[in-house]
Protein backbone atom coordinates (compact mmCIF):
# COMPACT_ATOMS: atom_id res chain seq x y z
CA UNK A 1 0.00 0.00 0.00
CA UNK A 2 2.35 2.13 0.93
CA UNK A 3 4.30 1.58 -1.93
CA UNK A 4 1.64 2.64 -4.55
CA UNK A 5 1.38 5.59 -2.44
CA UNK A 6 4.97 6.14 -3.49
CA UNK A 7 4.45 5.32 -6.95
CA UNK A 8 1.62 7.73 -7.01
CA UNK A 9 3.26 10.78 -5.57
CA UNK A 10 6.36 10.00 -7.82
CA UNK A 11 4.51 10.27 -11.02
CA UNK A 12 2.35 12.60 -9.69
CA UNK A 13 4.52 14.83 -7.48
CA UNK A 14 7.89 14.70 -8.01
CA UNK A 15 8.48 13.79 -11.69
CA UNK A 16 6.12 16.71 -12.45
CA UNK A 17 8.09 18.93 -10.34
CA UNK A 18 11.47 17.85 -11.44
CA UNK A 19 10.03 18.22 -15.18
CA UNK A 20 8.83 21.65 -14.12
CA UNK A 21 11.86 23.08 -12.71
CA UNK A 22 13.12 25.03 -15.50
CA UNK A 23 10.55 26.82 -15.64
CA UNK A 24 11.20 28.02 -12.64
CA UNK A 25 14.87 29.48 -12.45
CA UNK A 26 13.85 32.94 -13.36
CA UNK A 27 10.67 33.32 -11.59
CA UNK A 28 10.83 35.04 -8.56
CA UNK A 29 7.66 34.70 -6.40
CA UNK A 30 6.78 36.33 -2.81
CA UNK A 31 6.05 34.90 0.37
CA UNK A 32 2.74 34.59 1.87
CA UNK A 33 2.46 37.59 4.47
CA UNK A 34 1.75 35.16 7.15
CA UNK A 35 4.71 32.77 6.96
CA UNK A 36 6.95 35.84 6.51
CA UNK A 37 5.78 37.34 9.67
CA UNK A 38 6.07 33.57 11.27
CA UNK A 39 9.96 33.33 10.37
CA UNK A 40 10.23 37.48 11.20
CA UNK A 41 9.17 36.68 14.62
CA UNK A 42 11.42 33.49 15.35
CA UNK A 43 14.37 34.63 17.47
CA UNK A 44 17.58 35.84 16.35
CA UNK A 45 20.08 32.96 16.06
CA UNK A 46 17.15 30.60 15.56
CA UNK A 47 17.96 26.81 13.15
CA UNK A 48 15.09 27.04 10.87
CA UNK A 49 14.38 24.71 8.24
CA UNK A 50 11.85 24.69 5.38
CA UNK A 51 11.05 21.84 4.56
CA UNK A 52 10.00 21.96 0.90
CA UNK A 53 11.81 24.73 0.18
CA UNK A 54 10.88 24.41 -3.54
CA UNK A 55 13.67 27.61 -5.09
CA UNK A 56 14.00 28.74 -1.84
CA UNK A 57 11.70 31.43 -1.50
CA UNK A 58 11.31 31.63 2.24
CA UNK A 59 15.48 31.47 3.07
CA UNK A 60 15.56 34.89 2.89
CA UNK A 61 13.32 36.45 4.84
CA UNK A 62 14.71 36.49 8.50
CA UNK A 63 18.67 37.21 8.31
CA UNK A 64 18.62 37.09 11.50
CA UNK A 65 18.27 33.22 11.70
CA UNK A 66 19.89 29.80 9.91
CA UNK A 67 17.54 28.81 7.46
CA UNK A 68 18.02 25.65 5.80
CA UNK A 69 16.05 24.70 3.01
CA UNK A 70 14.80 20.94 2.04
CA UNK A 71 13.67 19.59 -0.99
CA UNK A 72 13.05 16.44 -2.87
CA UNK A 73 13.33 17.80 -6.04
CA UNK A 74 17.00 18.18 -6.90
CA UNK A 75 16.44 20.99 -9.71
CA UNK A 76 14.92 23.25 -7.99
CA UNK A 77 17.30 23.03 -4.79
CA UNK A 78 19.96 23.81 -7.24
CA UNK A 79 18.04 26.64 -7.97
CA UNK A 80 17.82 27.70 -4.50
CA UNK A 81 21.60 27.14 -3.86
CA UNK A 82 22.08 29.31 -7.18
CA UNK A 83 20.23 32.01 -5.59
CA UNK A 84 22.78 31.89 -2.27
CA UNK A 85 20.61 29.33 0.18
CA UNK A 86 21.84 26.96 1.78
CA UNK A 87 19.81 23.65 0.58
CA UNK A 88 19.80 19.84 0.34
CA UNK A 89 17.98 17.23 -0.96
CA UNK A 90 15.60 15.15 1.48
CA UNK A 91 12.23 13.22 2.36
CA UNK A 92 9.86 14.69 4.54
CA UNK A 93 9.56 11.52 5.55
CA UNK A 94 13.44 10.61 5.99
CA UNK A 95 14.84 14.09 7.64
CA UNK A 96 18.32 13.92 8.06
CA UNK A 97 18.33 15.72 11.02
CA UNK A 98 19.42 14.47 14.29
CA UNK A 99 16.72 14.55 16.85
CA UNK A 100 15.63 18.02 18.80
CA UNK A 101 18.26 20.23 16.98
CA UNK A 102 16.30 22.42 15.07
CA UNK A 103 13.74 25.59 16.91
CA UNK A 104 11.49 26.50 13.83
CA UNK A 105 10.05 24.76 10.74
CA UNK A 106 7.79 25.95 8.32
CA UNK A 107 5.75 22.76 5.91
CA UNK A 108 3.67 25.55 3.12
CA UNK A 109 1.92 23.53 0.81
CA UNK A 110 3.66 20.56 1.17
CA UNK A 111 1.93 18.01 3.02
CA UNK A 112 -0.88 18.32 0.95
CA UNK A 113 1.25 15.86 -1.85
CA UNK A 114 0.78 12.87 0.21
CA UNK A 115 -1.31 9.98 -0.93
CA UNK A 116 -2.32 8.67 2.43
CA UNK A 117 -3.50 9.57 5.36
CA UNK A 118 -0.57 7.99 7.40
CA UNK A 119 2.55 9.66 5.59
CA UNK A 120 1.18 12.84 6.37
CA UNK A 121 0.69 11.92 9.60
CA UNK A 122 4.68 10.35 9.30
CA UNK A 123 5.91 13.25 7.71
CA UNK A 124 4.68 15.74 10.14
CA UNK A 125 5.91 13.35 12.67
CA UNK A 126 9.48 13.43 11.44
CA UNK A 127 8.71 17.19 11.76
CA UNK A 128 8.12 16.72 14.99
CA UNK A 129 10.73 14.74 15.94
CA UNK A 130 13.65 17.02 14.44
CA UNK A 131 12.43 19.83 16.65
CA UNK A 132 13.51 21.67 19.90
CA UNK A 133 11.06 20.87 22.72
CA UNK A 134 9.24 24.15 22.62
CA UNK A 135 10.07 24.38 18.68
CA UNK A 136 7.26 25.46 16.81
CA UNK A 137 6.00 24.10 13.45
CA UNK A 138 3.50 26.07 10.69
CA UNK A 139 1.98 23.91 8.47
CA UNK A 140 -0.02 25.69 5.03
CA UNK A 141 -1.85 22.99 2.97
CA UNK A 142 -4.63 23.93 0.62
CA UNK A 143 -7.76 23.73 1.51
CA UNK A 144 -11.09 22.00 0.11
CA UNK A 145 -13.14 24.90 1.07
CA UNK A 146 -12.27 27.57 -1.76
CA UNK A 147 -14.08 30.45 -2.17
CA UNK A 148 -14.65 30.90 -5.69
CA UNK A 149 -14.42 26.98 -6.54
CA UNK A 150 -15.42 23.71 -5.64
CA UNK A 151 -13.56 20.52 -5.38
CA UNK A 152 -15.53 17.41 -5.35
CA UNK A 153 -13.26 15.32 -3.84
CA UNK A 154 -10.50 15.49 -1.23
CA UNK A 155 -8.04 13.45 -3.68
CA UNK A 156 -7.47 15.37 -7.01
CA UNK A 157 -4.88 16.12 -9.69
CA UNK A 158 -4.73 19.16 -11.26
CA UNK A 159 -3.36 19.55 -14.54
CA UNK A 160 -0.38 21.89 -15.62
CA UNK A 161 0.46 23.38 -18.96
CA UNK A 162 3.72 23.64 -19.53
CA UNK A 163 3.27 24.57 -23.08
CA UNK A 164 2.37 27.82 -22.81
CA UNK A 165 4.53 28.43 -19.75
CA UNK A 166 7.31 28.34 -22.22
CA UNK A 167 5.77 30.40 -24.36
CA UNK A 168 5.63 33.22 -22.14
CA UNK A 169 8.79 32.89 -20.76
CA UNK A 170 10.24 33.09 -24.27
CA UNK A 171 7.93 35.95 -25.38
CA UNK A 172 9.73 39.30 -25.72
CA UNK A 173 6.51 41.41 -25.36
CA UNK A 174 6.63 39.86 -21.48
CA UNK A 175 7.72 42.68 -19.08
CA UNK A 176 10.09 41.69 -17.37
CA UNK A 177 9.64 38.87 -14.72
CA UNK A 178 6.16 37.68 -14.89
CA UNK A 179 4.67 36.55 -11.32
CA UNK A 180 4.84 33.08 -10.81
CA UNK A 181 4.27 30.32 -8.87
CA UNK A 182 7.30 28.55 -6.84
CA UNK A 183 7.01 24.92 -6.41
CA UNK A 184 7.97 24.38 -3.06
CA UNK A 185 7.94 21.19 -1.18
CA UNK A 186 9.53 18.33 -0.39
CA UNK A 187 6.96 17.24 -2.80
CA UNK A 188 5.60 20.50 -4.02
CA UNK A 189 6.01 23.25 -6.39
CA UNK A 190 3.41 25.24 -8.46
CA UNK A 191 2.15 25.98 -11.64
CA UNK A 192 4.28 28.29 -13.56
CA UNK A 193 1.86 30.02 -15.97
CA UNK A 194 -0.80 31.49 -14.59
CA UNK A 195 -1.77 33.14 -18.21
CA UNK A 196 -4.92 32.01 -19.73
CA UNK A 197 -7.31 33.75 -21.33
CA UNK A 198 -11.02 34.48 -21.59
CA UNK A 199 -12.79 36.28 -23.63
CA UNK A 200 -14.82 38.16 -20.96
CA UNK A 201 -11.90 39.11 -18.88
CA UNK A 202 -10.95 40.83 -22.06
CA UNK A 203 -13.52 42.64 -22.19
CA UNK A 204 -12.85 43.84 -18.93
CA UNK A 205 -9.57 45.44 -19.82
CA UNK A 206 -10.17 48.51 -18.24
CA UNK A 207 -10.36 47.32 -15.42
CA UNK A 208 -7.63 49.31 -13.51
CA UNK A 209 -7.73 46.96 -9.92
CA UNK A 210 -5.94 44.73 -10.82
CA UNK A 211 -3.27 44.42 -8.33
CA UNK A 212 -3.22 40.83 -8.32
CA UNK A 213 0.22 40.10 -6.84
CA UNK A 214 1.61 36.73 -6.03
CA UNK A 215 1.40 37.76 -2.24
CA UNK A 216 -2.38 37.94 -2.03
CA UNK A 217 -5.43 36.76 -2.49
CA UNK A 218 -6.44 38.58 -5.91
CA UNK A 219 -9.05 40.56 -4.08
CA UNK A 220 -8.84 43.02 -6.43
CA UNK A 221 -9.34 40.61 -9.63
CA UNK A 222 -12.12 38.85 -7.35
CA UNK A 223 -13.72 42.05 -8.28
CA UNK A 224 -13.33 42.21 -11.72
CA UNK A 225 -13.64 38.49 -11.52
CA UNK A 226 -17.17 38.59 -9.80
CA UNK A 227 -18.61 40.79 -11.45
CA UNK A 228 -17.99 39.18 -14.84
CA UNK A 229 -19.78 35.87 -13.20
CA UNK A 230 -22.57 37.48 -12.11
CA UNK A 231 -23.13 39.01 -15.52
CA UNK A 232 -22.23 35.27 -16.53
CA UNK A 233 -24.93 33.98 -14.63
CA UNK A 234 -27.95 36.90 -15.32
CA UNK A 235 -27.48 35.83 -19.01
CA UNK A 236 -26.02 32.52 -18.74
CA UNK A 237 -23.30 33.55 -20.28
CA UNK A 238 -20.03 32.08 -21.89
CA UNK A 239 -17.71 33.05 -18.51
CA UNK A 240 -20.12 30.86 -16.45
CA UNK A 241 -20.63 28.07 -18.71
CA UNK A 242 -17.21 28.33 -19.20
CA UNK A 243 -16.70 28.26 -15.28
CA UNK A 244 -19.03 25.76 -14.75
CA UNK A 245 -17.40 23.12 -17.16
CA UNK A 246 -14.03 24.21 -15.84
CA UNK A 247 -15.78 22.82 -12.39
CA UNK A 248 -16.41 19.38 -14.09
CA UNK A 249 -12.99 19.35 -14.55
CA UNK A 250 -11.51 18.87 -11.21
CA UNK A 251 -11.46 15.13 -11.61
CA UNK A 252 -10.95 13.31 -8.30
CA UNK A 253 -11.24 9.77 -7.00
CA UNK A 254 -11.09 8.91 -3.16
CA UNK A 255 -7.20 7.84 -3.30
CA UNK A 256 -7.98 6.45 0.73
CA UNK A 257 -5.70 3.47 0.45
CA UNK A 258 -8.54 0.57 0.02
CA UNK A 259 -9.68 2.71 -2.76
CA UNK A 260 -5.97 2.70 -3.93
CA UNK A 261 -5.66 -0.37 -3.74
CA UNK A 262 -8.82 -1.08 -6.13
CA UNK A 263 -7.68 1.45 -8.57
CA UNK A 264 -4.26 -0.29 -8.73
CA UNK A 265 -5.40 -3.73 -9.33
CA UNK A 266 -7.73 -2.31 -12.00
CA UNK A 267 -5.15 -0.65 -13.66
CA UNK A 268 -2.43 -3.28 -13.93
CA UNK A 269 -3.25 -4.14 -17.20
CA UNK A 270 -2.44 -0.89 -18.92
CA UNK A 271 1.38 -0.62 -19.90
CA UNK A 272 1.23 3.08 -19.48
CA UNK A 273 1.32 4.45 -16.03
CA UNK A 274 0.66 7.48 -17.11
CA UNK A 275 -2.34 6.12 -18.28
CA UNK A 276 -2.75 4.61 -14.95
CA UNK A 277 -3.58 7.58 -13.39
CA UNK A 278 -5.62 8.99 -15.73
CA UNK A 279 -8.30 6.02 -16.19
CA UNK A 280 -8.98 6.20 -12.27
CA UNK A 281 -9.36 9.96 -12.59
CA UNK A 282 -13.08 10.23 -12.42
CA UNK A 283 -14.53 13.86 -13.55
CA UNK A 284 -16.65 15.73 -11.36
CA UNK A 285 -19.38 17.25 -14.08
CA UNK A 286 -21.30 20.52 -13.53
CA UNK A 287 -24.48 19.34 -11.16
CA UNK A 288 -25.92 22.87 -12.49
CA UNK A 289 -25.43 22.42 -15.85
CA UNK A 290 -26.18 25.78 -17.27
CA UNK A 291 -23.98 24.57 -19.97
CA UNK A 292 -26.14 25.66 -22.22
CA UNK A 293 -24.43 24.33 -25.03
CA UNK A 294 -27.09 22.15 -26.84
CA UNK A 295 -25.53 18.90 -25.19
CA UNK A 296 -27.03 18.59 -22.20
CA UNK A 297 -28.34 15.20 -22.50
CA UNK A 298 -24.89 13.75 -22.70
CA UNK A 299 -23.48 15.88 -20.50
CA UNK A 300 -26.23 15.05 -17.70
CA UNK A 301 -25.94 10.88 -18.50
CA UNK A 302 -22.06 11.30 -17.70
CA UNK A 303 -22.74 12.47 -14.94
CA UNK A 304 -23.76 9.30 -13.24
CA UNK A 305 -20.18 7.81 -14.30
CA UNK A 306 -17.60 8.94 -11.84
CA UNK A 307 -14.78 6.38 -14.58
CA UNK A 308 -15.02 8.36 -17.68
CA UNK A 309 -11.44 9.18 -18.91
CA UNK A 310 -10.75 12.91 -18.59
CA UNK A 311 -9.69 12.63 -21.99
CA UNK A 312 -12.88 11.55 -23.58
CA UNK A 313 -14.42 14.05 -21.35
CA UNK A 314 -12.43 16.64 -22.69
CA UNK A 315 -12.94 16.15 -26.55
CA UNK A 316 -16.92 16.40 -25.64
CA UNK A 317 -16.22 19.30 -23.97
CA UNK A 318 -15.05 20.64 -27.08
CA UNK A 319 -18.01 19.48 -29.48
CA UNK A 320 -20.54 20.66 -26.83
CA UNK A 321 -18.75 23.86 -26.85
CA UNK A 322 -19.91 25.46 -29.94
CA UNK A 323 -17.45 29.03 -28.58
CA UNK A 324 -14.25 26.71 -28.23
CA UNK A 325 -13.18 27.38 -31.47
CA UNK A 326 -13.59 31.00 -31.67
CA UNK A 327 -12.22 31.16 -27.93
CA UNK A 328 -9.10 29.69 -28.51
CA UNK A 329 -8.82 31.85 -31.73
CA UNK A 330 -8.93 34.51 -28.97
CA UNK A 331 -6.82 32.93 -27.12
CA UNK A 332 -3.77 32.68 -29.61
CA UNK A 333 -4.58 36.00 -30.74
CA UNK A 334 -4.85 37.66 -27.44
CA UNK A 335 -1.59 35.68 -25.94
CA UNK A 336 0.54 39.12 -26.34
CA UNK A 337 -1.78 41.34 -25.08
CA UNK A 338 -2.29 38.42 -22.09
CA UNK A 339 1.01 38.28 -21.05
CA UNK A 340 1.30 41.75 -21.31
CA UNK A 341 -1.10 42.20 -19.11
CA UNK A 342 0.33 39.16 -17.02
CA UNK A 343 2.72 42.26 -15.96
CA UNK A 344 0.37 43.74 -13.69
CA UNK A 345 -1.60 40.99 -12.72
CA UNK A 346 -3.09 37.72 -14.25
CA UNK A 347 -5.92 38.49 -15.96
CA UNK A 348 -8.06 35.25 -16.60
CA UNK A 349 -6.02 34.03 -13.80
CA UNK A 350 -7.82 36.53 -11.85
CA UNK A 351 -11.23 35.62 -13.74
CA UNK A 352 -10.52 32.41 -12.97
CA UNK A 353 -9.54 32.64 -9.64
CA UNK A 354 -13.00 33.84 -8.82
CA UNK A 355 -14.22 30.91 -9.93
CA UNK A 356 -11.79 28.15 -9.41
CA UNK A 357 -9.89 29.15 -7.03
CA UNK A 358 -6.92 26.93 -6.40
CA UNK A 359 -4.08 27.96 -4.35
CA UNK A 360 -0.64 26.35 -5.37
CA UNK A 361 1.60 24.27 -3.44
CA UNK A 362 2.95 26.86 -1.38
CA UNK A 363 -0.97 28.66 -1.31
CA UNK A 364 0.49 30.88 -3.88
CA UNK A 365 -2.52 33.36 -5.54
CA UNK A 366 -4.46 30.82 -6.49
CA UNK A 367 -3.71 29.20 -9.91
CA UNK A 368 -6.23 28.87 -12.40
CA UNK A 369 -6.24 25.39 -13.01
CA UNK A 370 -9.33 25.79 -14.95
CA UNK A 371 -7.45 28.23 -17.37
CA UNK A 372 -4.67 25.55 -17.95
CA UNK A 373 -7.48 22.81 -18.81
CA UNK A 374 -8.80 25.89 -20.93
CA UNK A 375 -5.68 25.67 -22.86
CA UNK A 376 -5.06 21.85 -22.88
CA UNK A 377 -8.66 21.89 -24.20
CA UNK A 378 -7.45 24.16 -27.09
CA UNK A 379 -4.64 21.81 -27.95
CA UNK A 380 -6.82 18.55 -27.62
CA UNK A 381 -8.97 20.16 -30.30
CA UNK A 382 -6.72 19.54 -32.80
CA UNK A 383 -7.15 15.77 -32.24
CA UNK A 384 -9.38 13.86 -34.62
CA UNK A 385 -10.76 11.60 -31.51
CA UNK A 386 -13.59 13.61 -30.94
CA UNK A 387 -16.44 11.56 -29.80
CA UNK A 388 -18.32 10.02 -27.08
CA UNK A 389 -16.93 6.45 -27.72
CA UNK A 390 -14.60 5.98 -25.07
CA UNK A 391 -11.43 6.58 -26.30
CA UNK A 392 -8.30 4.42 -25.63
CA UNK A 393 -6.30 5.70 -22.69
CA UNK A 394 -2.94 5.25 -24.71
CA UNK A 395 -4.63 7.36 -27.00
CA UNK A 396 -5.91 10.27 -25.42
CA UNK A 397 -2.72 10.18 -23.29
CA UNK A 398 -0.79 11.05 -26.06
CA UNK A 399 -3.00 14.04 -26.73
CA UNK A 400 -1.81 15.03 -23.52
CA UNK A 401 1.42 15.08 -23.40
CA UNK A 402 1.37 16.44 -26.63
CA UNK A 403 -0.49 19.52 -24.97
CA UNK A 404 2.14 18.98 -21.86
CA UNK A 405 -0.13 18.50 -19.29
CA UNK A 406 1.43 17.30 -15.83
CA UNK A 407 -1.06 16.43 -13.50
CA UNK A 408 -0.37 16.84 -9.77
CA UNK A 409 -1.69 14.68 -6.56
CA UNK A 410 -3.08 16.88 -4.11
CA UNK A 411 -5.14 15.73 -1.11
CA UNK A 412 -6.90 19.08 -0.33
CA UNK A 413 -7.62 19.34 3.71
CA UNK A 414 -11.12 20.11 4.76
CA UNK A 415 -12.06 22.16 7.96
CA UNK A 416 -10.29 20.95 10.64
CA UNK A 417 -8.65 18.22 9.08
CA UNK A 418 -5.60 19.18 9.80
CA UNK A 419 -5.99 20.31 13.02
CA UNK A 420 -7.39 16.60 13.77
CA UNK A 421 -4.85 15.21 12.30
CA UNK A 422 -2.04 16.47 14.52
CA UNK A 423 -4.65 16.60 17.45
CA UNK A 424 -5.25 12.49 17.12
CA UNK A 425 -2.05 11.77 16.16
CA UNK A 426 0.98 13.67 16.49
CA UNK A 427 0.65 13.53 20.47
CA UNK A 428 4.11 15.39 20.67
CA UNK A 429 3.05 18.50 19.36
CA UNK A 430 0.46 21.27 20.37
CA UNK A 431 -1.54 23.20 18.62
CA UNK A 432 -0.98 26.70 19.27
CA UNK A 433 -3.30 28.38 16.36
CA UNK A 434 -5.37 27.61 13.31
CA UNK A 435 -7.05 29.41 10.50
CA UNK A 436 -7.42 30.10 6.71
CA UNK A 437 -5.48 31.71 4.94
CA UNK A 438 -5.49 32.30 1.21
CA UNK A 439 -7.53 29.38 0.34
CA UNK A 440 -4.90 27.12 2.85
CA UNK A 441 -5.53 25.44 6.01
CA UNK A 442 -3.28 26.59 8.56
CA UNK A 443 -1.98 25.12 11.94
CA UNK A 444 1.24 26.16 14.73
CA UNK A 445 2.07 24.29 16.78
CA UNK A 446 4.43 23.61 19.55
CA UNK A 447 6.77 20.61 20.26
CA UNK A 448 5.86 19.18 23.48
CA UNK A 449 8.31 19.38 26.31
CA UNK A 450 9.28 15.57 27.62
CA UNK A 451 8.42 13.78 24.33
CA UNK A 452 10.04 12.21 21.87
CA UNK B 1 27.08 22.98 2.94
CA UNK B 2 28.53 24.73 5.73
CA UNK B 3 29.16 23.13 8.66
CA UNK B 4 26.99 24.20 10.68
CA UNK B 5 24.21 22.13 8.44
CA UNK B 6 26.80 19.41 9.15
CA UNK B 7 26.30 20.00 12.88
CA UNK B 8 22.51 19.35 12.00
CA UNK B 9 22.95 16.45 9.71
CA UNK B 10 22.53 12.54 10.58
CA UNK B 11 22.29 9.49 8.96
CA UNK B 12 18.50 8.11 9.10
CA UNK B 13 19.35 4.58 7.37
CA UNK B 14 16.98 2.03 8.83
CA UNK B 15 18.25 1.26 11.83
CA UNK B 16 20.96 3.54 13.15
CA UNK B 17 18.81 5.89 14.67
CA UNK B 18 20.94 8.73 17.17
CA UNK B 19 23.68 6.03 15.67
CA UNK B 20 23.78 8.38 12.53
CA UNK B 21 25.55 10.87 14.08
CA UNK B 22 27.52 13.07 13.81
CA UNK B 23 27.94 12.51 9.94
CA UNK B 24 31.71 11.65 8.57
CA UNK B 25 33.07 14.58 6.44
CA UNK B 26 35.11 13.92 3.66
CA UNK B 27 35.44 17.48 1.64
CA UNK B 28 37.18 17.20 -1.90
CA UNK B 29 36.35 20.89 -2.50
CA UNK B 30 36.10 23.53 -0.16
CA UNK B 31 35.42 27.60 -0.43
CA UNK B 32 35.68 30.21 1.67
CA UNK B 33 32.49 32.24 1.43
CA UNK B 34 32.90 35.76 3.36
CA UNK B 35 29.73 35.94 5.06
CA UNK B 36 29.31 39.45 7.10
CA UNK B 37 30.22 39.10 10.95
CA UNK B 38 26.93 39.40 13.07
CA UNK B 39 28.41 38.45 16.59
CA UNK B 40 25.00 38.34 18.05
CA UNK B 41 24.10 35.80 15.66
CA UNK B 42 27.03 33.64 16.35
CA UNK B 43 27.07 34.02 20.21
CA UNK B 44 23.34 32.40 19.83
CA UNK B 45 24.94 29.72 17.47
CA UNK B 46 27.30 28.49 20.01
CA UNK B 47 24.48 26.96 22.78
CA UNK B 48 23.44 24.83 19.87
CA UNK B 49 26.15 23.29 18.22
CA UNK B 50 27.39 19.60 18.86
CA UNK B 51 30.66 20.39 19.83
CA UNK B 52 32.24 16.90 19.33
CA UNK B 53 30.46 16.55 15.85
CA UNK B 54 32.11 20.21 14.75
CA UNK B 55 35.64 19.07 16.17
CA UNK B 56 35.61 15.88 13.59
CA UNK B 57 34.83 18.24 10.94
CA UNK B 58 37.12 21.35 11.09
CA UNK B 59 40.57 21.49 12.41
CA UNK B 60 41.00 24.34 13.36
CA UNK B 61 37.94 24.38 15.94
CA UNK B 62 38.63 25.19 19.82
CA UNK B 63 38.10 22.73 22.08
CA UNK B 64 34.88 23.79 23.34
CA UNK B 65 32.95 27.58 23.73
CA UNK B 66 35.36 29.01 26.27
CA UNK B 67 34.04 31.23 28.83
CA UNK B 68 32.36 34.24 28.14
CA UNK B 69 32.59 33.21 24.95
CA UNK B 70 29.76 36.19 24.32
CA UNK B 71 32.05 39.02 24.03
CA UNK B 72 35.13 37.44 22.97
CA UNK B 73 34.88 38.70 19.90
CA UNK B 74 37.83 36.65 18.56
CA UNK B 75 36.35 33.18 19.37
CA UNK B 76 33.43 34.59 17.85
CA UNK B 77 34.80 35.60 14.53
CA UNK B 78 37.20 31.93 14.74
CA UNK B 79 33.71 30.27 15.32
CA UNK B 80 31.87 32.54 12.84
CA UNK B 81 34.59 31.28 9.95
CA UNK B 82 33.90 27.70 10.88
CA UNK B 83 30.19 27.71 10.89
CA UNK B 84 29.45 30.01 8.07
CA UNK B 85 31.88 30.86 5.95
CA UNK B 86 33.67 27.48 5.12
CA UNK B 87 31.39 25.80 2.10
CA UNK B 88 32.12 22.21 0.96
CA UNK B 89 30.99 22.24 -2.26
CA UNK B 90 31.97 18.36 -3.36
CA UNK B 91 32.61 15.46 -0.74
CA UNK B 92 30.59 13.23 0.92
CA UNK B 93 29.44 12.29 4.12
CA UNK B 94 29.42 9.21 5.81
CA UNK B 95 26.92 7.36 8.19
CA UNK B 96 29.06 6.16 10.97
CA UNK B 97 27.24 3.58 11.59
CA UNK B 98 26.38 2.13 8.20
CA UNK B 99 28.88 3.28 6.29
CA UNK B 100 26.18 4.31 3.86
CA UNK B 101 28.03 7.56 1.83
CA UNK B 102 25.98 10.78 0.91
CA UNK B 103 27.01 12.85 -1.38
CA UNK B 104 27.63 16.52 -1.44
CA UNK B 105 27.72 17.79 -4.95
CA UNK B 106 27.74 21.88 -6.27
CA UNK B 107 27.52 22.54 -2.66
CA UNK B 108 24.40 20.48 -2.22
CA UNK B 109 24.36 17.58 0.33
CA UNK B 110 22.10 14.46 -1.23
CA UNK B 111 20.45 12.86 1.53
CA UNK B 112 17.76 10.67 -0.21
CA UNK B 113 17.88 6.84 0.66
CA UNK B 114 16.83 4.26 -2.10
CA UNK B 115 13.75 2.53 -1.27
CA UNK B 116 15.67 -0.14 0.08
CA UNK B 117 17.72 1.53 2.41
CA UNK B 118 14.52 3.16 3.99
CA UNK B 119 11.29 1.46 6.92
CA UNK B 120 9.12 -1.16 4.53
Known amino acids: MDHEAAQLEKQHVHDVYESTAPYFGDLQSKAWPRVRQFLQEQKPGSLIADIGCGTGKYLK ?27 MVC ?21 HHFSTKQRRIRAIKEMARVLVPGGQLMIYVWAMEQKNRHFEKQDVLIPW ?29 HPPCSVCSCSVCFKEQGHSQRSHSMDYEPLMAGTCCTGISKEGEEENGFYNTLGKSFRSWFFSRSLDESTLRKQIERVRPLKNTEGWANSTISIQPSRHSS ?67 VNEDDAEEGHP ?39 RYYHVFREGELYGLLKEHVAELHVLSSGNDHGNWCVIAEKKDNCD | MKLLTHNLLSSHVRGVGSRGFPLRLQATE ?21 WAALLEAADTVPKGPIEGYEHDEKFLRQMHHVLLEVDVLEGTLQCPESGRLFPISRGIPNMLLSDEETET
Request: proline share 7%; aromatic share 4%.
Open chain 1, 61 to 87: VNSQVYALGCDYCGPLVEIARSRGCEV
Open chain 1, 91 to 111: DNLHLPFRDQGLDAIISIGVI
Open chain 1, 161 to 189: NRALCSRLLSDPSQPGRKPCAHPERSHPY
Open chain 1, 291 to 357: LDLGHQEPLSTREQSLDEDVFVEASQKQLEWPRAPATRKHLRGDQQGEVRRNGDGNFLEDANTSENC
Open chain 1, 369 to 407: SASKILRRISALDSTDSNSEETIPVEEQQSGVLDSRAFM
Open chain 2, 30 to 50: VRINPVEFNPDFVARMIPKVE
